[in-house]
C-alpha cells in the first residue's frame, strides 16, 4: 500500500435491482455481509429507508466505513468503501455489493488516503 494509511473506493453501480436497491434491510444485510467478505471488523450499522425511495446507511468498521446511498427508481447505488491498514481489500466488498445489487454496471476509482511523504512535506512549509 506504499505509504498510505488507507484506500478508498468510490463505487458507481448502475442497472441494479429497485427491490434489492428499496428494501433497507436486504441493503443493510448485504453491506454488512460485503464488510465480512472483504475482512474488516463491524462495529455499528445505521441505516435509513426514505420514502417514497431510496435507502442510505453506514457500516462502521474497525478499519474505517462502508457506505451507501441508493437510487432504486434509476437502479444506481453510490457507494464508499474505505479501508485503513492492509488487511482488508476495499475491493472485495465492491465486488460482492456488485453481486448481490445485481448491477449490470460498476465503475470505482481508488483513492490513497493519508499519504505519508505528501503529510511530510505539508508539515515543512
Not at 454488512?32 to 425511495?53: D, W, Y
Not at 457507494?79 to 448481490?100: I, K, M, S
Amino acid at each position: 500500500m506504499s505509504n498510505a494509511l488507507g484506500r478508498h473506493v468510490l463505487a458507481e453501480l448502475y442497472g441494479c435491482s429497485f427491490d434489492v436497491l428499496n428494501d433497507r434491510a436486504k441493503v443493510e444485510a448485504i453491506m454488512v455481509n460485503a464488510a465480512l467478505e472483504a475482512g474488516a471488523e463491524v462495529r455499528e450499522v445505521v441505516f435509513h429507508k426514505f420514502s417514497p425511495q431510496g435507502v442510505s446507511g453506514v457500516v462502521v468498521i474497525s478499519e474505517s466505513h462502508l457506505a451507501i446511498h441508493t437510487w432504486p427508481e434509476l437502479g444506481y447505488a453510490a457507494v464508499d468503501v474505505f479501508t485503513c491498514g492492509d488487511r482488508v481489500n476495499p475491493w472485495d466488498a465492491c465486488n460482492y455489493l456488485t453481486e448481490q445489487f445485481r448491477a449490470g454496471n460498476m465503475s470505482a476509482t481508488e483513492i490513497k488516503r493519508g499519504l505519508m511523504e505528501n503529510a511530510k512535506e505539508a508539515v515543512n512549509l
